[in-house]
């Protein structure tokens, strides 16, 4: 049974008058931020708004890197150039710094976005590109990724920190892969039941799969999207859940 591990969720994904979840009360729930860099979602002020919320309540910051794709929220694969991409993250990653800074906090992990997360799970010649644009910036930063997929071995082969990552509010396929969101079920909202289910997650290490089959996750942090409408919900529900069992919520990263 796992005795500590990580609650984080994307935020800071606000866009001028159009907001995108809770972050002040997210932030009051988990243990680490990933925040929006401006590529997939996330303005200036916006973001800066969330990273003070997030030092007020001593929450670890992550980088949130996505392909620049503002209008698919992310989401959409794109074919970029190695060179592009790791210009790309070293952008995103550089722009979040600099806000973090003036609130008097730090970025200490990078964890991709949307497509680019879930391409370059199993797309070696993205996942090159993403690792050498984190290297290129600060190689001391800690890259999250899908648990048990390719790119954490990649990022370790070339010296960088990695925490596998698990997903509260999403179905698995009985490989360990996330379903797509184009099929039905593959986004949960019941807040027992996803609490129900990081609770399987840590103390037997599986989940079970969209197809009833018990699925191996071995992770390390466990997120619940911040654009999920019952996200608030969600979050502290597997957080008491998980408290209550004995397990103790803290990032991965002291902050």
Same mark, same amino acid.
């Given at each position: 049974?796992?005795?500590?591990?990580?609650?984080?969720?994307?935020?800071?994904?606000?866009?001028?008058?159009?907001?995108?979840?809770?972050?002040?009360?997210?932030?009051?729930?988990?243990?680490?931020?990933? $925040?929006?860099? #401006?590529?997939? @979602?996330? /303005? =200036?002020?916006?973001? *800066?708004?969330? &990273?003070?919320?997030?030092?007020?309540?001593?929450?670890?910051?992550?980088?949130?890197?996505?392909?620049?794709?503002?209008?698919?929220?992310?989401?959409?694969?794109?074919?970029?150039?190695?060179?592009?991409?790791?210009?790309?993250?070293?952008?995103?990653?550089?722009?979040?710094?600099?806000?973090?800074?003036?609130?008097?906090?730090?970025?200490?992990?990078?964890?991709?976005?949307?497509?680019?997360?879930?391409?370059?799970?199993?797309?070696?010649?993205?996942?090159?590109? $993403?690792?050498? #644009?984190?290297? @290129?910036? /600060? =190689?001391?930063?800690? *890259?999250?990724? &899908?648990?048990?997929?390719?790119?954490?071995?990649?990022?370790?082969?070339?010296?960088?920190?990695?925490?596998?990552?698990?997903?509260?509010?999403?179905?698995?396929?009985?490989?360990?892969?996330?379903?797509?969101?184009?099929?039905?079920?593959?986004?949960?909202?019941?807040?027992?039941?996803?609490?129900?289910?990081?609770?399987?997650?840590?103390?037997?290490?599986?989940?079970?799969?969209?197809?009833?089959?018990?699925?191996?996750?071995?992770?390390?942090?466990?997120?619940?999207?911040?654009?999920?409408?019952? @996200?608030?919900?969600?979050?502290?529900?597997?957080?008491?859940?998980?408290?209550?069992?004995?397990?103790?919520?803290?990032?991965?990263?002291?902050?």
């Amino acid at each position: 049974m796992i005795k500590t591990i990580d609650l984080n969720s994307d935020l800071g994904e606000s866009f001028g008058q159009w907001c995108m979840g809770n972050d002040e009360a997210i932030l009051e729930i988990v243990s680490s931020a990933n $925040v929006a860099c #401006g590529f997939h @979602a996330g /303005d =200036p002020v916006g973001i *800066l708004r969330t &990273l003070k919320f997030a030092q007020k309540n001593n929450v670890v910051i992550g980088a949130h890197v996505s392909y620049p794709d503002l209008v698919g929220f992310g989401r959409r694969k794109m074919d970029i150039a190695a060179h592009e991409l790791t210009a790309d993250v070293i952008y995103q990653i550089a722009a979040l710094q600099g806000l973090a800074k003036v609130v008097d906090t730090r970025v200490s992990y990078v964890k991709p976005h949307g497509a680019l997360y879930n391409t370059i799970a199993h797309d070696e010649y993205q996942a090159i590109a $993403v690792i050498e #644009g984190i290297l @290129a910036i /600060d =190689p001391n930063l800690t *890259l999250v990724g &899908l648990a048990g997929s390719s790119i954490l071995r990649l990022a370790q082969e070339r010296g960088l920190k990695t925490i596998a990552e698990a997903f509260a509010d999403r179905a698995y396929t009985s490989k360990g892969e996330l379903v797509s969101r184009r099929e039905t079920g593959s986004v949960l909202h019941d807040a027992d039941l996803v609490a129900r289910r990081m609770l399987q997650l840590v103390t037997e290490g599986g989940v079970e799969s969209i197809d009833g089959k018990f699925t191996s996750i071995q992770a390390d942090s466990i997120c619940v999207h911040g654009d999920n409408p019952d @996200a608030v919900e969600m979050a502290k529900q597997v957080k008491t859940v998980l408290q209550q069992a004995g397990v103790t919520i803290r990032s991965f990263v002291h902050p």
